[in-house]
């Protein structure tokens, strides 16, 4: 293995040399295979990489590929809490080592609390029940922050290094109610600071409330961001002009749905049928868009379904025929996972971008995360804007834009690449890096190319050059042995090698410029 590969394995802390080539640079090796050769090549290099069931296992993208995430960030150092029905302490959360901080039960008042270690397996009341309704906070916990360990890394969420908190609201007799939402949104404002909290998920609705009587839910979401804390709410999954609380909180970031058709093209993302309308105080809701269909999330474990499962894929590996109807009715990736669908998991996947900012730049208030989220969001095609807000979810220019926000205000507006009258000027937010070269096709990738110097404590810039008109292909070479496609930059082309290069478009002189945006 190259030492490359060996250097990202800090980025899983949970993988062993052993298991093969780290996680995110097989990753990324499997998009430029899909890009480059199509999918039957793809099945055979994530059966290559991971011992699961390649035509099953394409049924479903990973969900860090299709959002381009930046591989150097995982939300270490950040906690989530998650508030929903119930959960599971899944492996992909305490495997190897613990990150389930708390788990609380809301639906009473005084509220239970267990807290945990990282060295303990984390127990709590009927845990291990495999109760249905354990699956849905099961679900989004891992979305938001399971490190895929059940697919040696392949489903991992943006945030896999992130600390949980996970607070239980439906009580014995089904029933959500908004008054246990409002009981563990109060005490998450009275206890997130000593646990770290920094974001909110809220994958569940609760009553509707009278605008005469206000709404506790929606001041409590205000409390909550104005201590410091992003708050990110599903919209619902009707396709209809109503919100429920606590979409309807103007502070909440209110997350409404996409169809990404499991490709990696914003042209073929379409709006998924999600709820929108407009906070208590009439802003439009949503605020962004994020898949909220084809997201690979895992089987709730002792189930009836996880026991049909692995017999439904020994089946299949018997070529029983009759096996490959039920593995699709139950919209089965693997017999660990399986693809859902609702902003119950865009909602995480929002939360999930947020940790990775916030660890890239701690320093963000919770206004200033939805301001980044929203200026990096990509307009969905031919879709309505008061169903989009923003647009599409993009965590790697956002994580981007907030590495810049730690600078300077001039180094913090500077984006790469910029086209000016001067020249074209590249810059890179790296705070390890200890030199930057910037290298591409029109000098034959030639070193040392352009060479970038520290313009203040982790922000690289070179001196505008000028380049000849066309399209051009570039990367950043990190201290002469790690090398980076453009996080600012959302064009990119496979770069022949197994990797990705970012591009950019040189007008002729005197002809106006082409937007990179």
């Known amino acids: 293995m190259s030492k490359a590969l060996l250097a990202e394995a800090k980025w899983y802390p949970y993988w062993d040399r052993e298991d093969g080539a780290c996680p995110a640079c097989v990753q990324q090796n499997l998009l430029q295979t899909l890009l480059a050769k199509g999918d039957a090549a793809l099945h055979e290099a994530i059966q290559t990489a991971w011992p699961l069931d390649a035509e099953a296992a394409f049924g479903v993208l990973p969900t860090r590929l ?104 439906r009580d014995s007799d089904g029933h959500i109610s908004s008054t246990s939402i409002h009981r563990a949104l109060t005490w998450i404002l009275k206890h997130g600071s000593e646990l770290g909290v920094r974001i909110v998920s809220l994958s569940v609705s609760g009553d509707p409330v009278s605008p005469l009587d206000g709404n506790a839910v929606d001041e409590a979401v205000s409390a909550l961001v104005e201590a410091g804390i992003s708050v990110v709410a599903a919209a619902g999954n009707d396709g209809q002009r109503s919100l429920l609380p606590p979409a309807t909180a103007p502070l909440a970031l209110t997350v409404g749905g996409i169809d990404d058709q499991n490709t990696f093209s914003h042209e073929e993302i379409t709006l998924w049928h999600s709820n929108y309308g407009t906070a208590s105080n009439d802003v439009p809701k949503p605020d962004l868009v994020a898949p909220s269909i084809w997201v690979a999330a895992p089987v709730l474990p002792y189930t009836s379904v996880a026991h049909e499962a692995q017999e439904l894929f020994v089946r299949r590996e018997q070529k029983d025929p009759s096996a490959h109807q039920r593995i699709a009715e139950l919209k089965l990736i693997t017999p660990h996972y399986q693809h859902v669908e609702g902003t119950s998991f865009a909602a995480p996947i929002v939360s999930s971008a947020i940790a990775c900012m916030l660890e890239a730049n701690p320093a963000l208030s919770p206004f200033l995360v939805r301001d980044v989220l929203k200026e990096t969001a990509h307009p969905v095609p031919g879709a309505d804007r008061e169903r989009q807000g923003a647009g599409a979810l993009s965590p790697g220019q956002a994580v981007a834009r907030a590495l810049a926000e730690r600078h300077s205000r001039s180094a913090g507006l500077q984006v790469s690449p910029c086209l000016s009258a001067e020249g074209i000027t590249f810059s890179l937010h790296d705070h390890a890096a200890t030199s930057v070269q910037v290298l591409g096709n029109w000098d034959g990738w030639r070193s040392p190319g352009i060479a970038a110097r520290s313009i203040e404590p982790g922000f690289w810039r070179t001196q505008p050059v000028h380049l000849p008109v066309g399209q051009h292909a570039y990367k950043f070479l990190l201290d002469g042995k790690r090398w980076l496609d453009d996080p600012d930059n959302p064009h990119k082309a496979h770069d022949g090698v197994g990797g990705l290069n970012s591009t950019l478009a040189v007008p002729e002189a005197g002809r106006p410029r082409v937007s990179l945006y």
């Open 66 to 169: 299709r959002l381009h995430a930046d591989p150097r960030f995982s939300g270490k150092g950040i906690t989530i809490a998650l508030v929903d029905a119930g959960f599971y302490p899944h492996p992909d959360l305490v495997q190897p080592r613990n990150r389930i901080r708390v788990w609380a039960d809301a639906t009473h008042d005084p509220v239970s609390v267990f807290h945990f270690e990282p060295e303990e397996a984390p127990h709590w009341p009927d845990w291990d029940g495999a109760r249905d309704w354990q699956w849905h906070g099961t679900m989004t916990s891992t979305v938001a922050a399971g490190n895929g360990l059940l697919s040696h890394g392949l489903y991992s969420g943006l945030a896999h290094a992130a600390e949980l908190v996970l607070i239980q609201v």
